[in-house]
């Protein structure tokens, strides 16, 4: 397994322009000291981050990025609107941080969490625009909305990295209907915690027939294998300022194309084991969502038990081709507790828990 500056040197990357933190948060900063130190301080030219604004995390992970940043001598605070070059005609452009979005001002309420603090980026080269904003959300839940003022600035592109993963309160609809995104990326783990990606984003971007590629699976949501790509690897964007590719292993997809080629994509897209993921939301009250993958035809059986092992409900019970499948429990008769669902495919078996509460 190679470390994340491994990873570049791997590629022949041995000195970096600029290294950009998005924010504080542990999962976004965790693995840059690694970077800086892999290469080398003397072979990181500037590194940019939101600064030292209040509120700032008190952890070891922050502290270690502190560190190395410093310790490159060149670490900046971001300005909004501030222009990277990064040479041959490529630019990238900080249109929100710190709670402020580029021609608008301070978004209302963007100091409620580390996440609306977020950097967001648009790159451009030529033609192709590219977006990624580290988790800035859409809803005014538990977060700002800093997508909504966000989205007339950024405008139409051809790529994105999802908001916070794919969560629930970011990629509302006038986000995602002013950027239009063709391909749209999604880094989420498998087995997380926090049900990421939701369903309700993917039906969105399936709405907007724009391809969706996961960095894995995920706790959430699924789509159908056609509209998505299970990388359980790195993904690489390429371009030459007009086309573009997407690979991840030895799969490689050229963009702009026909969209209904993409349904070649799922040939290629095969899962590289069966896997029985965490439903969505858990605990839920009615309604929830189980999703799985084949790497194999199979007789597939899910159903769920009480604690007791009596079968409450059989879920699905039929022959299904190599994919992503995902199917939706229905509980509405049945009581608070805990239960168990378990899926036998082939020589496949697994269980999870789940709880309903009402």
Same mark, same amino acid.
């Given at each position: 397994?190679?470390?994340?500056?491994? #990873?570049?040197?791997? %590629?022949?990357?041995?000195?970096?322009?600029?290294?950009?933190?998005?924010? #504080?948060?542990?999962?976004?900063?965790?693995?840059?000291?690694? !970077?800086? #130190?892999?290469?080398? !301080?003397?072979?990181?030219?500037?590194?940019?981050?939101?600064?030292?604004?209040?509120?700032?995390?008190?952890?070891?992970?922050?502290?270690?990025?502190?560190?190395?940043?410093? $310790?490159?001598?060149?670490?900046?605070?971001?300005?909004?609107?501030?222009?990277?070059? %990064?040479?041959?005609?490529?630019?990238?452009?900080?249109?929100?941080?710190?709670?402020?979005?580029?021609? @608008?001002?301070?978004?209302?309420? $963007?100091?409620?969490?580390?996440?609306?603090?977020?950097?967001? *980026? %648009?790159?451009?080269?030529?033609?192709?625009?590219?977006?990624?904003?580290?988790?800035?959300?859409?809803?005014?839940?538990?977060?700002?909305?800093?997508? &909504?003022?966000?989205? $007339?600035?950024?405008?139409? !592109?051809? $790529?994105?990295?999802?908001?916070?993963?794919?969560?629930? @309160?970011?990629?509302?609809?006038?986000?995602?209907?002013?950027?239009?995104?063709?391909?749209?990326?999604?880094?989420?783990?498998?087995?997380?915690?926090?049900?990421?990606?939701?369903?309700?984003?993917?039906?969105?971007?399936?709405?907007?027939?724009?391809?969706?590629?996961?960095?894995?699976?995920?706790?959430?949501?699924?789509?159908?294998? *056609?509209?998505?790509?299970?990388?359980?690897?790195?993904?690489?964007?390429?371009?030459?300022?007009?086309?573009?590719? !997407?690979?991840?292993?030895?799969?490689? &997809?050229?963009?702009p194309g026909d969209q209904d080629s993409l349904s070649a994509i799922a040939i290629k897209n095969v899962p590289g084991a069966f896997f029985l993921a965490q439903n969505y939301p858990n605990p839920f009250n009615s309604t929830t969502t189980i999703a799985y993958q084949l790497s194999e035809k199979a007789l597939v059986r899910l159903a769920v038990y009480n604690v007791k092992g009596q079968l409450i409900e059989t879920l699905v019970s039929q022959e299904q081709p190599v994919g992503y499948y995902n199917t939706i429990w229905s509980a509405n008769k049945v009581p608070t507790g805990l239960y168990i669902y378990r899926i036998d495919a082939g020589s496949y078996h697994?269980?999870?828990?789940?709880?309903? %509460?009402?």
């Amino acid at each position: 397994m190679l470390f994340r500056g491994d #990873y570049l040197t791997s %590629l022949g990357v041995t000195k970096l322009n600029y290294i950009v933190c998005s924010h #504080y948060h542990g999962d976004h900063l965790g693995g840059l000291d690694e !970077v800086i #130190y892999c290469l080398g !301080v003397v072979n990181v030219d500037t590194v940019f981050d939101r600064g030292r604004d209040k509120p700032l995390p008190d952890n070891t992970g922050f502290s270690e990025y502190e560190t190395a940043a410093n $310790a490159t001598g060149r670490r900046k605070r971001i300005a909004l609107g501030q222009i990277l070059d %990064l040479g041959g005609g490529v630019t990238m452009q900080c249109v929100a941080t710190n709670g402020e979005v580029i021609n @608008y001002g301070t978004v209302s309420n $963007a100091t409620s969490s580390e996440n609306d603090l977020s950097i967001g *980026w %648009l790159l451009n080269y030529e033609s192709f625009q590219y977006f990624t904003g580290g988790d800035l959300g859409g809803d005014t839940t538990y977060y700002a909305d800093n997508e &909504t003022s966000l989205a $007339a600035q950024v405008g139409d !592109v051809d $790529a994105m990295k999802i908001n916070h993963h794919g969560s629930r @309160y970011s990629t509302n609809h006038t986000f995602l209907d002013s950027l239009k995104p063709e391909v749209a990326f999604i880094s989420v783990g498998d087995n997380n915690s926090y049900g990421h990606p939701t369903q309700t984003v993917l039906n969105r971007l399936v709405a907007a027939r724009c391809f969706i590629y996961q960095t894995q699976l995920g706790a959430g949501g699924t789509v159908t294998s *056609w509209r998505a790509a299970i990388a359980n690897t790195h993904i690489i964007l390429r371009t030459s300022g007009t086309d573009y590719t !997407v690979t991840y292993g030895r799969t490689i &997809t050229t963009y702009p194309g026909d969209q209904d080629s993409l349904s070649a994509i799922a040939i290629k897209n095969v899962p590289g084991a069966f896997f029985l993921a965490q439903n969505y939301p858990n605990p839920f009250n009615s309604t929830t969502t189980i999703a799985y993958q084949l790497s194999e035809k199979a007789l597939v059986r899910l159903a769920v038990y009480n604690v007791k092992g009596q079968l409450i409900e059989t879920l699905v019970s039929q022959e299904q081709p190599v994919g992503y499948y995902n199917t939706i429990w229905s509980a509405n008769k049945v009581p608070t507790g805990l239960y168990i669902y378990r899926i036998d495919a082939g020589s496949y078996h697994d269980v999870r828990k789940c709880i309903i %509460l009402k």
